[in-house]
């Protein structure tokens, strides 16, 4: 399965489902282990952990595999990695059985959730490599001004260029664009009968980023903000040019993702993130392409973030083995390591300059992530942003404030429940 940073709006969709879970008595939590054994003292010896992670594919699960062998080799100590076939339904699960995994794979958006009913251990802030996360990454993972989980990787939002149509309109490298004027001119430019000049999906996991260059956001400093003049702002200059056509969504062009619409020719533009290098290289291997940071909003420059952590079980009986085993995974080595291996970008800043001269094709994409903002990850908030999106999809028929202003209540009700 894909994670969060990946398919943002199927993480966003799966975690009510997760979480009604975790709220119920489920039968097999799917990990081994006696019934009793959280009841037992644990035996001395070499810790023993279980891992368990929503793997991408054989080339993440071999990946982390190989890392955690690497770790227990070193360390005198035996670890189990499991790639989930359902990681939100297993974990839920495992926790609603008194079994969860050690440490595990943890979205940005169900995080608080298992935060605040204590089944997380905040032992973040305690790692050596603490201040090396991208501080908006680390706000994600933070609850109650704690620290919870490291953050594994992250994933931004750039502005995708197809090289050809590019080439063939007559546009050069001087008119990659910086402002949302720019934007505008070279979307119609690349706008023919068979080819949008951009196409992307309509969700506020793509349209957010907008709002963020404005200067806003659903929440700011944890009071909701859906309906600041920044957003109506940004929805506008999105609604004009889905007006124009030269922006198209990809209901329109008939994609199931952006990546489809860009790799089948339809788009010549798209905002994705740096998992659509892994699929243009799969599925559309001769598509030439290049990444441009998104251009300046009204607010300078913005874009979106997306991430998860390594969550480690309050109750887990060999916890300080977790910690090291956490550290050594986000040690900056080894998230290179891993971003070759399958394509992620390291969550620590002191990586930064590694990734970008490992993959220059994508470093655009790292080169945003000290101005990225991260999707709210409050109680309540994943499901104001499952309406959300259900709204934005007719977005190019609706008033902007208006659309907001229902947004704002809704977000205001589920942070103050």
């Given at each position: 399965?894909?994670?969060s940073?990946?398919?943002?709006?199927?993480a966003?969709l799966?975690?009510?489902?997760?979480?009604?879970?975790?709220?119920?008595?489920?039968?097999?939590?799917?990990?081994?282990?006696?019934?009793?054994?959280?009841?037992?003292?644990k035996?001395?010896g070499?810790?023993?952990?279980e891992?368990?992670i929503?793997?991408?594919?054989?080339a993440?699960?071999?990946?982390?595999?190989?890392?955690?062998?690497?770790w227990?080799k070193?360390?005198?100590?035996?670890?189990?990695?499991?790639?989930?076939t359902?990681?939100?339904?297993?974990?839920?699960?495992?926790?609603?059985?008194?079994?969860?995994?050690?440490?595990?794979?943890?979205?940005s958006?169900?995080?608080?959730?298992?935060?605040?009913?204590?089944?997380?251990?905040?032992y973040?802030?305690?790692?050596?490599?603490?201040?090396?996360?991208?501080?908006?990454?680390?706000?994600?993972?933070?609850?109650?001004?704690?620290?919870?989980?490291?953050?594994k990787?992250?994933?931004?939002?750039?502005l995708?260029?197809?090289?050809?149509?590019?080439?063939?309109?007559?546009?050069t490298?001087?008119?990659?664009?910086?402002?949302?004027?720019?934007?505008?001119?070279?979307?119609?430019?690349?706008?023919?009968?068979?080819?949008?000049?951009?196409?992307?999906?309509?969700?506020?996991q793509?349209?957010?980023?907008?709002?963020?260059?404005?200067?806003?956001?659903?929440?700011?400093d944890?009071?909701a903000?859906?309906?600041?003049?920044?957003?109506?702002?940004?929805?506008?200059f999105?609604?004009?040019?889905?007006?124009?056509?030269?922006?198209?969504?990809?209901?329109?062009?008939?994609?199931?993702w952006?990546?489809?619409?860009?790799g089948?020719?339809?788009?010549?533009?798209?905002?994705?993130?740096?998992?659509?290098?892994?699929?243009?290289?799969?599925?559309?291997?001769?598509?030439k392409?290049?990444?441009?940071?998104?251009?300046?909003?009204?607010?300078?420059?913005?874009?979106?973030?997306?991430?998860?952590?390594?969550?480690?079980?309050?109750?887990?009986?060999?916890?300080?083995?977790?910690?090291?085993?956490?550290?050594?995974?986000?040690?900056?080595?080894?998230?290179?390591e891993?971003?070759?291996?399958?394509?992620?970008?390291?969550?620590?800043?002191?990586a930064?300059?590694?990734?970008?001269?490992?993959?220059?094709?994508?470093?655009?994409?790292?080169?945003?992530?000290?101005?990225?903002?991260?999707?709210?990850?409050?109680?309540?908030?994943?499901?104001?942003?499952?309406?959300?999106?259900?709204?934005?999809?007719?977005?190019?028929k609706?008033?902007?404030a208006?659309?907001?202003?229902?947004?704002?209540?809704?977000?205001s009700?589920?942070?103050?429940?």
């Amino acid at each position: 399965m894909r994670m969060s940073h990946r398919r943002p709006r199927r993480a966003a969709l799966a975690a009510g489902a997760a979480l009604a879970l975790l709220t119920t008595a489920c039968g097999g939590s799917g990990f081994e282990g006696d019934e009793n054994s959280n009841d037992s003292e644990k035996d001395s010896g070499p810790a023993s952990l279980e891992i368990l992670i929503g793997s991408s594919g054989p080339a993440e699960t071999d990946a982390v595999t190989a890392a955690a062998d690497k770790w227990a080799k070193d360390s005198g100590n035996e670890v189990e990695v499991i790639a989930a076939t359902d990681l939100n339904q297993q974990l839920s699960q495992g926790f609603a059985a008194n079994k969860p995994p050690d440490v595990f794979y943890l979205s940005s958006d169900t995080f608080a959730e298992y935060a605040s009913n204590g089944s997380l251990l905040p032992y973040a802030g305690d790692l050596e490599n603490a201040d090396d996360f991208y501080p908006n990454l680390a706000e994600a993972f933070t609850f109650d001004d704690e620290f919870y989980c490291a953050p594994k990787d992250f994933s931004t939002l750039g502005l995708v260029i197809n090289s050809d149509a590019w080439e063939k309109a007559g546009l050069t490298d001087d008119d990659i664009p910086t402002t949302w004027d720019e934007l505008r001119e070279v979307a119609k430019t690349l706008t023919s009968d068979k080819q949008a000049g951009l196409v992307t999906s309509t969700e506020y996991q793509r349209l957010g980023a907008f709002m963020a260059e404005a200067g806003g956001g659903l929440v700011t400093d944890g009071e909701a903000t859906a309906d600041s003049e920044a957003n109506v702002e940004a929805l506008e200059f999105v609604k004009s040019m889905l007006e124009e056509d030269s922006w198209q969504t990809i209901g329109d062009v008939g994609a199931g993702w952006g990546g489809e619409a860009f790799g089948t020719g339809k788009a010549a533009m798209t905002v994705e993130g740096n998992w659509i290098a892994g699929a243009l290289k799969a599925d559309f291997p001769d598509v030439k392409y290049q990444v441009a940071p998104l251009p300046e909003g009204p607010d300078g420059q913005g874009t979106l973030s997306f991430t998860n952590c390594w969550g480690i079980a309050q109750d887990s009986e060999d916890a300080e083995a977790a910690q090291d085993l956490v550290s050594f995974l986000t040690s900056a080595d080894q998230q290179i390591e891993f971003a070759k291996a399958f394509g992620v970008m390291p969550s620590v800043q002191s990586a930064a300059d590694a990734y970008a001269e490992e993959f220059p094709e994508l470093a655009a994409f790292v080169e945003q992530g000290e101005v990225a903002q991260t999707v709210p990850n409050q109680p309540g908030v994943t499901e104001v942003i499952a309406d959300l999106n259900s709204k934005l999809e007719s977005l190019e028929k609706s008033e902007p404030a208006d659309l907001l202003a229902d947004v704002q209540e809704n977000l205001s009700s589920a942070l103050q429940d």
